[in-house]
């Protein structure tokens, strides 16, 4: 099974996407700030990465940058409520951007797409 590795610091959000990609199949590996999602990526090698961009301590663009610099080939999408975002010039390095909704159409659509 793939395993998803979830960083993002809102408990809500957490619970749905995990409880979507389980129902989806996928392992999830869950991380509540950005510190704690590079240790997890270290330990649990993800086959895809959903991050949060706003979140305290370290945010998500450097945590993108980070886990890039560890491993290229794993995909990281990039999940805001903020569509600014997307033209930070940080934010190109991910594989994919999707704006955070109670809908997960497009959030599994991407993740599919890299991880089937």
Known sequence: MKKILLVDDDE?????YQEVFKEEGYVVVSAFN???GIEKFREETPDLVVLDI??????GIEVLRQIKMMNSAVPVILCSAYHDYKQD???WASDEYVVKSSDTEDLLAAVRKYIG
């Open 12 to 16: 809500s959000i957490q619970l749905l």
């Open 34 to 36: 950005g510190t704690e």
């Open 54 to 59: 706003q979140m305290p301590g370290l945010n």
């Open 89 to 91: 010039l940080g934010a």
